[in-house]
């Protein structure tokens, strides 16, 4: 059973930076797509970055060019780097599996889910 750990959530002023990680128990990490998304309050779940078990990488418009994924297979770990953060940004952040191992956009696609970690970005 595949098991998803959010962590590095916290309050940040705007333009500053955070990198968030999700951390994966259990087996074949390297073979499955591990998607980010992002709830606000009174807001719907929404998409924010999502990485394939070969590294493609997509991207929601309102980061990109400001946040990178990326992951480390060897540590069973996805990470997210956000920069140039803005009070928009401020949600709870969530990870979640899709075992297609391709990514998508798509939040059905996706399960496992972790907990979440709160990102604040505020003066």
């Known amino acids: 059973q595949v098991q998803l750990v959010e962590s590095g959530g916290g309050l940040v002023q705007p333009g500053g930076s955070l990198r968030l990680s999700c951390a994966a128990s259990g087996n074949s990490f390297s073979n499955y797509a591990i998607g980010w998304f992002r709830q606000a309050p009174g807001k719907e779940r929404e998409f924010v970055a999502a990485?394939?078990?070969?590294?493609?990488?997509y991207y929601a418009d309102s980061v990109k060019g400001r946040s990178a994924i990326s992951r480390d297979n060897a540590k069973s770990t996805v990470y997210l780097q956000m920069d140039n953060l803005k009070p928009e940004d401020t949600a709870v952040y969530y990870c979640?599996?899709?075992?297609?191992?391709?990514?998508?956009?798509?939040?059905?696609?996706?399960?496992?889910w972790g907990q979440g970690t709160q990102v604040t970005v505020s003066s």
């Open positions: 990485i394939s078990w070969i590294d493609l990488r």
């Open positions: 979640a599996a899709d075992f297609r191992g391709v990514g998508s956009f798509y939040i059905d696609r996706y399960e496992n």
